[in-house]
């Protein structure tokens, strides 16, 4: 098992950044594969970023080049560094992990980001 908790989302401008974090704990976290999921008002959960063990990372297209994912296997945490932000970035933002499998098994709560026009 392993429990995620994110942190960091809010009301920003357009344009402006935030930098959301999830925390896990539980097993090993330096094994399993993490990612960031949104989900807008009325639309379905989608993936945003990925990064495996390895450090390998992928992104949805809709967010490259403006976020970035990253991993601090000494903190236990998982990171999604947001630039440049638009108003249809505005969703719940969801933190995953999963470890041999071809889904995501663990989610935590989600934070709420806005991005104001």
């Known amino acids: 098992q392993v429990q995620l908790v994110e942190s960091g989302g809010g009301l920003v401008q357009a344009g402006g950044s935030l930098r959301l974090s999830c925390a896990a704990s539980g097993r090993a976290f330096s094994i399993f594969a993490m990612g960031w999921y949104r989900q807008a008002p009325g639309k379905q959960r989608a993936l945003v970023a990925t990064?495996?063990?390895?450090?390998?990372?992928t992104y949805a297209d809709s967010v490259k080049g403006r976020f970035t994912i990253s991993r601090d296997n000494a903190k236990n945490t998982v990171y999604l560094q947001m630039n440049s932000l638009k108003p249809e970035d505005t969703a719940v933002y969801y933190c995953?992990?999963?470890?041999?499998?071809?889904?995501?098994?663990?989610w935590g709560q989600g934070t709420q980001v806005t991005v104001s026009s």
């Open positions: 995953a992990a999963k470890l041999g499998t071809l889904v995501f098994d663990y």
């Open positions: 990064i495996t063990s390895g450090g390998t990372t």
